[in-house]
């Protein structure tokens, strides 16, 4: 393949990465957003049931009806380990989603590297004011690919600690408000590349 066909396949591939990563990334905002009233509900739930542990039901008018703690014990974890699954679920889809723009993204790498010795430095380097060179390109995308392993893996660890501990899982939204500020910078990187390859994605 000499080094216009394969700058072009190379080019192609970029283009059809950043359609994919697109709607990925819609689909991935849209995940978070749902996450929020069900972290708010295991949240308020587990202050209940910490409450309904501390409370000496014995001293309070509640006291003749049997087993009324245990009852009461039961529902709430029952309820928590639904609305534990929930967000397991939408974990999941943010660990496809992540799957998804790793595979893309190392298409795209195999396919450069296929051809980077035909293509030569030059042409790799080359941008214009409205087109990034493929180098800008290979490394946005490998920043995008990196944003959401780091986000997915934070957010899944901070599930899995908030397990059993009550404590933790009643600050669990003020614990996920605090990965999306620390990655708002890195959210918004994800937009302005995408912004940036706008005209490259429709041009031929």
Not at 10 to 26: A, G, Y
Not at 94 to 109: A, F, N
Not at 119 to 124: C, N, V
């Amino acid at each position: 393949m000499s080094e216009k066909p394969a700058l072009v396949s190379v080019q192609q591939s970029l283009r059809k990465c950043f359609d994919t990563i697109e709607p990925l990334h819609e689909e991935w905002n849209t995940t978070l957003l749902e996450c929020d009233p069900h972290l708010s509900s295991l949240s308020n739930l587990a202050e209940q049931l910490q409450a309904c542990q501390r409370v000496m039901f014995k001293k309070t008018p509640l006291s003749s009806f049997t087993n009324l703690q245990e009852h009461l014990s039961f529902k709430l974890q029952a309820a928590m380990e639904v609305t534990l699954e929930i967000l397991n679920q939408k974990l999941s889809r943010l660990h496809r989603i992540r799957d998804s723009v790793s595979q893309v993204v190392g298409s795209v790498l195999y396919m450069y590297e296929t051809n980077v010795e035909i293509i030569g430095l030059e042409a790799i380097l080359e941008r214009s004011s409205l087109c990034p060179s493929v180098a800008d390109m290979l490394e946005w995308l490998q920043d995008i690919e990196k944003h959401y392993r780091n986000q997915y893996l934070q957010r899944k660890l901070l599930l899995q600690v908030c397990d059993y501990r009550l404590s933790d899982i009643q600050a669990l939204p003020q614990s996920w408000v605090k990965l999306a500020d620390a990655a708002s910078s890195r959210q918004q990187l994800v937009e302005d590349i995408l912004l940036s390859v706008s005209f490259f994605r429709t041009s031929t």
